[in-house]
């Protein structure tokens, strides 16, 4: 079942998870998949420049990334 759009206010912290499909463990540890993740949110951050990623995780079968949000706009 998809994920309901959230409300963001101006100014917040944000939270995000995303599981893989299934919650199969998908993601094994390596530099490439490191890679991948930060190219990711590289391209992410370049089309909503007003957010700043605090910190980011993976997991064997999912990610989590905080981000700022200054203006309430980035993905929900």
Known sequence: ?????RLIE?????????????????????????QTIEYCLARTLRRYSDIR?????VMSNH????YFDQDGRGPK
């Open 63 to 66: 990610i989590h990334v905080i």
């Open 10 to 34: 101006p100014g917040a912290y944000v939270f995000a998870t995303r599981r893989c499909v299934d919650r199969c463990f998908l993601l094994s540890p390596c530099s490439l998949l490191n």
């Open 53 to 57: 990623v605090v910190a980011w995780h």
């Open 1 to 5: 079942m998809p994920t309901q759009p």
